[in-house]
């Protein structure tokens, strides 16, 4: 490690206990129930709609923090994970819908069809070479929604078609608590396996691969069995996002699992976050979210933005985003996660080295 | 190591590599008996480090075969090739540019020979060891932009050890340097070879074939020109005067 090692680990410290404090308090406040958090008056969290915002944000987290396995630690930028989302969001409301199997029976089945299919289509795919890789992988993420959409079979949608797949209600108390939690583990859950990774064997063996494929191989490392683990990886973990996505929302179609966007969305929160990282793209997840949610008007706390109406609200969300998203490569490449490391501090003269690392 | 069999450790039979169409490694054969210590030179694009792709798998043969301690070889992918227990190094390095020179070298120790898989802990333990012993030990924290060119040479070298080969493959490591660096990085090959392992260098730099190698083999235009003790074999007139130029003629005459 670079840096004075002693503040580097004091200021680690800090970061991690300020995490651990503000987690711990949205994820215990909760506990007290929805109408105990109101009538103690719990800022934010008393609100239902903050609750389905958090679990949005979660669910981000773990999609994120999956898209760093192969695109941060194995540098190999998927353009299609949304795949995976989608795949185990019907495999789960399949199972839930049509086999009538019990949510926490049929939850598990998600991450591994995502992950039998990534291993699949990975073969062929990771032997491709940077851009051509991302493009592929693009494709794949889009044929798949297309297809769960348009496959018949005797004349009848077998994933419910263009009209979507509606799961049974679960009937538990504090439902929507159950999956804010849920989806918070999922979360941390995704973020342990990162710390794992990047401390084995395997996650040496990958950061060898981005670093130099060639050099990897003739030092034993598999490359391609590496590649397509942590392709597999990843979809497991975003597959585990959609699969709780299906039960929690209710209704699925291709709009709502299969969403282009989302392949952008997890890519820019894990640079913004910082790619490589642990905790990067969970943070990366958080603000970006909630600059979305903020852009879309749907935050409780949001306003009206000066000069723009209500319908070129999107349109001008969307820019944003795309202006924040070449800010971000260009002059914070390795996140905003930087500067909590004691190591950096955001400066002109930051800013300035950032561009000459990033340019030509 | 176990029982060693006998015959060679490393045998090439009539090994072929062409792009397209123009063979730049022509029907090679030659044998390397275990624990010598073997120089590879010839003109620039005679082949030799295309012949060291061929050995570690980088590349796929055109035709012939390669055989480790008796098995074939040939078609293995580089991985397997690494974990049977040849090393080498790239003439033009490449390391990994995110990693300090502990960590470069410790992906040669955590990968590498299959029987000498060790966890993470070990592994770094054997890295610091090479480092010490390729004298980067001082260095071993920094990252890769701060080691000098010759260092960088050094860190190539020890991650190829790292992986505790049987059979290592040296391409070029003492380009670019200058005389000292270049004793410096002999006095590294020699304690490698020292530990048992067998070694096979491509050179330009006569001094280092004569200096260290018990023979040497010369490669022109993908073919195998001559081969034998160094000094006889560089002091082959039609060696010289054909395929090293004029200049290497003058050099070895006034030496
Ligand atoms: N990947 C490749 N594709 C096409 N031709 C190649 C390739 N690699 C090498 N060659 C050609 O094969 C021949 C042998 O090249 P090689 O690099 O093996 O030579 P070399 O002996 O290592 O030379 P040098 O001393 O310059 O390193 C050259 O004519 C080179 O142009
Ligand atoms: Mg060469």
């Keep these: ?43 934010l969290l008393a609100d239902k709609l903050w609750f389905r915002i958090a679990t949005i944000i979660a669910m981000f987290a773990v999609m994120a923090t999956a898209w760093n396995i192969i695109g941060g630690i194995t540098g190999y930028a998927a353009f299609g994970n949304v795949a995976f989302f989608g795949i185990g969001a019907y495999t789960t409301g399949m199972l ?11 939850l598990p089945l998600a991450p591994i069809v995502a992950a039998a299919f990534a291993a699949l289509v990975g073969l062929p795919l990771l032997r491709l070479r940077g851009h051509y890789f991302a493009v592929a992988s693009l494709g794949v993420g ?10 018949d079979y005797g004349g009848q949608p077998v994933f419910g078609g263009a009209s979507g797949l509606f799961l049974p209600i679960l009937r538990i108390d504090n439902r929507g608590l159950a999956f804010f939690y849920l989806m918070s583990a999922a979360a941390v859950f995704s973020i342990a396996v990162t710390w794992w990774v990047l401390r084995s064997r395997f996650g040496y063996g990958l950061i060898a691969i981005r670093e130099n494929e060639e050099a990897a191989s003739v030092l034993g490392v598999n490359t391609t069995a590496y590649k397509v683990a942590a392709f597999a990886l990843a979809a497991a973990l975003t597959g585990l996002a959609g699969g709780i996505f299906s039960q929690w929302n209710v209704f699925i179609n291709q709009e709502n699992v299969f969403p282009i966007e989302y392949n952008v969305q997890m890519i820019l929160m894990a640079l913004l976050g910082g790619t490589g990282t642990v905790f990067g793209p969970a943070a990366g997840a958080i603000l970006l979210q909630l600059l979305i949610q903020f852009l879309g008007g749907t935050l409780p706390i949001s306003f009206d933005l000066p000069f723009v109406s209500s319908d070129a609200r999107p349109i001008v969300a969307q820019v944003i985003l795309g202006l924040l998203l070449v800010v971000v490569v260009i002059f914070v490449p390795r996140g905003v996660i930087d500067f909590f490391g004691g190591r950096t501090r955001l400066s002109l003269s930051y800013l300035r080295r950032s561009l000459r690392e990033t340019s030509l | 190591m176990s029982t060693a069999p006998a015959g060679p450790q490393l045998e090439l039979r009539g090994v072929t590599k062409r792009f397209g169409g123009v063979a730049a490694v022509d029907g090679v054969n030659f044998e390397i008996a275990k624990g010598d210590i073997v120089g590879i030179i010839g003109p620039n694009g005679a082949g030799k ?56 070298v410790g992906i040669g120790a955590l990968f590498g020979s299959a029987h000498a898989r060790r966890g993470v802990k070990q592994a770094f333990a054997l890295a610091d060891e090479v480092l010490a012993l390729v004298g980067l030990k001082a260095k ?52 490698v070879h020292a530990t048992g392992v067998t070694v096979l260098l491509i050179e330009h730099v006569m001094r280092v074939i004569v200096g260290v190698c018990r023979r040497a083999i010369v490669l022109d235009s993908g073919q195998v020109l001559a081969q034998g003790e160094p000094e006889v074999v560089l002091r082959d007139e039609r060696v010289i005067q054909a395929y090293l130029g004029e200049r290497y003629a003058k050099r070895l005459k006034s030496s």
């Design chain 1, 1 to 43: 490690m670079i840096g004075t090692a002693a503040s580097n680990r004091r200021w680690r410290r800090i970061f991690l206990i300020v995490g651990a404090i503000l987690a711990a308090y949205a994820l215990l406040a909760p506990l007290t129930s929805l109408e105990a958090a109101q009538s103690a008056n719990i800022p």
């Design chain 2, 49 to 104: 480090t295309t012949l060291l792709n061929c050995i570690s798998g980088v590349y796929h043969l055109d035709g012939g075969d390669i055989k480790l301690n008796g098995s074939s070889i040939a078609g293995m992918a580089p991985h397997r090739v690494a974990r049977l227990g040849i090393g080498r190094t790239f003439q033009i390095v490449k390391p990994f540019g995110s990693m300090t020179a502990r960590e470069n």
């Design chain 1, 142 to 151: 889009v044929a798949v929604g297309e297809l769960v959409q348009n496959i």
């Design chain 2, 140 to 191: 071993a924290d920094l990252p890769v932009s701060a080691l000098t060119i010759p260092d960088r040479k050094r860190l190539e070298v020890a991650r190829a050890v790292a992986t505790r080969p049987q059979l290592l493959l040296l391409d070029e490591v003492m380009a670019g340097l200058n005389n000292v660096e270049i004793d410096e990085a002999l006095e590294m090959v020699r304690s």
């Design chain 1, 96 to 106: 839930i819908a049509k086999a009538k199997w019990p949510f926490l029976l049929a």
